[in-house]
Nanobody, 124 residues
Framework: QRQLVESGGGLVQPGGSLSLSCAAS????????IGWFRQAPGKERELVSY????????FYADSVKSRCTISRDSAKNTVHLQMNSLKPEDTAVYYCAISPPHYPLTELSSYNYWGQGTQVTVST
């Protein structure tokens, strides 16, 4: 059974760091694009970052650029999102999802399989 499972969320103070993981089971991430998205209460789901497994090309939303790093662990079939200098506005449920590589990668509709999400709360 194909599954994406996110982990690593939690409560962190402003300025802190978290490392999110997206573990795939039942299939290989090879050939896919893996995206990280987030959805805050009352807001639309938005793209945070993606990585292309074929060539390692990455993308970051302006809101997280220079504060986040996406990476892939091929041996563990997992993608990580390291988030630093966290701000209260980073508070959201974070989801990972996969897309075929030739779809418009900034479009949510391109991602056809999603994990269940992990909560990130940035607060004092």
């Amino acid at each position: 059974q194909r599954q994406l499972v996110e982990s690593g969320g939690g409560l962190v103070q402003p300025g802190g760091s978290l490392s999110l993981s997206c573990a795939a089971s039942g299939f290989s991430l090879d050939g896919f694009v893996i995206g990280w998205f987030r959805q805050a209460p009352g807001k639309e789901r938005e793209l945070v970052s993606y990585i292309k497994t074929k060539d390692g090309v990455t993308f970051y939303a302006d809101s997280v650029k220079s504060r986040c790093t996406i990476s892939r662990d091929s041996a563990k079939n997992t993608v990580h999102l390291q988030m630093n200098s966290l701000k209260p506005e980073d508070t959201a449920v974070y989801y990972c999802a996969i897309s075929p590589p030739h779809y418009p990668l900034t479009e949510l509709s391109s991602y056809n399989y999603w994990g269940q999400g992990t909560q990130v709360t940035v607060s004092t």
